[in-house]
């Protein structure tokens, strides 16, 4: 016999009961509940909650509102109540602190440079009541926007069986919400939350449930993607264009007009982001400089396109020895070898001995899908959707040679295959199709079935994949913030860190901020070394030229490997005529400290 909790908790969780909005508050405890049991091993009553979906039928309208808003709600709760989200990187960790102002800023910067301007000035409104987790709790909140507008776009269909809406939230959170709320990456956020508007979009396009309110969403959630990362829009764009040439020229003649407005909008959008973005970097000269700066920078650090030619002229002419090569790109700009007119010369000179674009670039981005379980789930789940939807194929094509194109420019360009990207892309195009796994004429309810059977069993084993990795790093974490309060002492007076060295993620996180980032001033060796922001915190700590300080100064705490701290040294003895002695104090396997004494001075 059953018991009364396991028969309460089924009921609670049935989408039969939501007679009203009121239910919202029945679907966040039961699920909560669920998501308790799933991460503490009680897969059992996991498993029943979810085994309800299937059992529900149809849903009424008043029940599509409570889903549009319970999911983002539920998700969110169960994620912050149980999972302790991370960021993915330290890029995020980076624009929490410019956006909020602690760390390596000394005060809130709109200029962001990877994310719009206009982002910036949104993150400092949010510090006013989020203090340093600003940037985490509005990507939540960009999430939760993007899970609303998923779940929308499967209530779109009409009279949606309760099973498929069911199967189908469960597919997207397992293959890409789980991994996007659990380690937050902002290409990813943008991205994802692209996806969603236009997965929506098309989903409503059939039905022409289009009203002013889901427009005035949609459009806000794309505005929004925008100033979170632009050229992660730019790459949705790329993986939605062929669809949607495809509705405007040759699709139904009911989608033509809309498909147009759309495009037209994204268009008008795009130029509308790119010439504010410029405009609010033109009106400070030392930000124009820093971006223009930014652009000759990547090609080498993150592009790979100036490769090191020993006895190249070039680099004779410039100044630059093998060394300073090596110091250039593990970060370190602030020397006057390294100004924008001897970098911007060697990438004139040295860019047009390599090839303009990379075709092994394509096969390698393709071929490391297949280094990661979560990327191979979606493409197996897209493969799914194509052979078991005959009637939704040129749609499901369409978007998956969309993936392909943007997979393939990113390769072009040289850079090394990023998992970030690539989920980016996959994702964008699996949220356009998923919501047509409930229309009725993308095939019949035995395929529609297979489909959605086959897909849980992907989304679950790909979400499972994505909470083991979140598991994983939180164990790192939390040893590496205890490992680290045993290095306090060395966290006072001057402290710079080097690139890579500091987990900077590992100590700021969506929803808190760990010691010793919470009270200390560590400006950063890193791709922030030139711009204002750096000089503004370099000049607090009473630092007019950074270089003369590490070679020159005692007492200043270095967090760097041992291999920068050798080059450093070597770099000094060719430029400031002194060898630093620098000490190891604090050894970890992601961290060392190094402790300036006094140097020696050369003849």
Not at 187 to 196: D, E, H, I, N, P
Not at 317 to 346: C, Q
Not at 457 to 473: K, N, P, S
Request: charged share 15%.
């Amino acid at each position: 016999m059953q018991s009364a909790e396991g028969n309460s908790t089924r009921l609670k969780l049935c989408f039969g009961l939501f007679s009203n909005v009121s239910y919202l508050r029945t679907i966040v405890t039961a699920t909560a509940s669920a998501a308790k049991s799933v991460f503490s091993g009680k897969r059992r009553l996991a498993r029943r909650m979810i085994m309800s979906f299937a059992r529900s039928g149809s849903i009424s309208e008043q029940q599509r509102y409570a889903i549009c808003v319970g999911l983002p709600l539920v998700a969110i709760f169960g994620v912050l109540a149980f999972g302790k989200p991370l960021f993915d990187g330290n890029d995020d960790a980076g624009l929490a602190m410019l956006g909020s102002g602690f760390g390596l800023a000394v005060e809130p910067e709109p200029h962001l440079i990877f994310s719009h301007f206009g982002y910036g000035i949104l993150l400092r409104l949010v510090s006013q009541f989020a203090g340093p987790c600003a940037h985490g709790w509005t990507t939540l909140a960009a999430l939760g926007l993007s899970m609303g507008l998923y779940a929308r776009a499967l209530c779109a269909q009409s009279r949606p069986n309760g099973y498929l809406v069911g199967a189908a939230v469960i597919i997207a959170v397992g293959c890409m919400f789980t991994r996007a709320l659990l380690l937050q990456q902002f290409t990813s956020t943008a991205a994802v939350l692209f996806g969603a508007a236009i997965g929506c979009w098309l989903a409503v396009l059939r039905c022409g449930a289009r009203s002013p309110w889901l427009r005035t969403v949609i459009y806000t959630a794309i505005v929004l993607s925008f100033l979170i990362r632009p050229l992660a829009v730019t790459l949705g764009i790329v993986v939605a264009v062929p669809t949607l040439i495809w509705l405007a020229w040759l699709g139904p003649v009911s989608s033509r007009r809309p498909t147009l407005r759309l495009m037209a909008v994204i268009a008008v959008m795009a130029a509308a982001i790119y010439v504010t973005d410029n405009a609010a970097y033109a009106l400070s000269p030392d930000w124009r400089d820093a971006l223009t700066y930014n652009q000759v920078r990547s090609l080498f650090n993150d592009y790979f396109r100036i490769p090191w030619i020993p006895g190249a002229p070039e680099y004779a002419k410039v100044g630059w020895s093998e060394n300073d090569y090596a110091m250039f790109m593990n970060w370190y700009f602030l020397h006057p070898i390294f100004d924008y007119d001897n970098v911007n010369y060697l990438a004139r000179t040295l860019l047009t001995q390599a090839p303009l674009f990379v075709p092994s670039g394509v096969r390698d981005w393709l071929w490391t899908l297949l280094d990661s379980p979560l990327l191979i789930a979606i493409c197996v789940g897209q493969l799914l959707l194509l052979a078991l939807l005959p009637s939704c194929r040129v749609i499901i094509v369409l978007l998956m040679i969309g993936t392909f194109f943007a997979l393939a420019i990113s390769g072009l360009t040289g850079r090394p295959p990023l998992f970030r990207v690539q989920f980016s892309a996959l994702s964008v195009s699996f949220l356009c199709m998923l919501p047509f796994l409930l229309a009725k004429e993308s095939g019949a309810w035995p395929l529609r079935s297979l489909a959605a059977v086959l897909l849980l069993g992907i989304a679950l084993y790909a979400g499972w994949t994505a909470v083991r990795a979140h598991r994983e790093l939180s164990i790192q974490a939390t040893a590496y913030r205890a490992k680290l309060l045993e290095a306090h002492s060395y966290f006072t007076g001057t402290v710079i860190s080097w690139g890579s060295a500091f987990v900077w993620e590992w100590l700021i996180t969506p929803t808190k901020v760990y010691a010793p980032v919470n009270h200390a001033i560590i400006p950063s060796i890193g791709v922030a070394t030139r711009m204002p922001v750096t000089q503004s915190t370099l000049e607090r700590l009473g630092i007019r030229d950074l270089g003369t300080t590490l070679c020159t100064k005692s007492d200043i705490r270095v967090i760097a490997s041992t291999v920068n701290i050798k080059r450093l040294q070597k770099f000094c003895e060719e430029h400031y005529q002194t060898r630093p002695t620098y000490n190891l104090v604090f050894s970890h396997p992601m961290t060392e400290i190094h402790l300036s004494g006094i140097p020696e001075q050369l003849q």
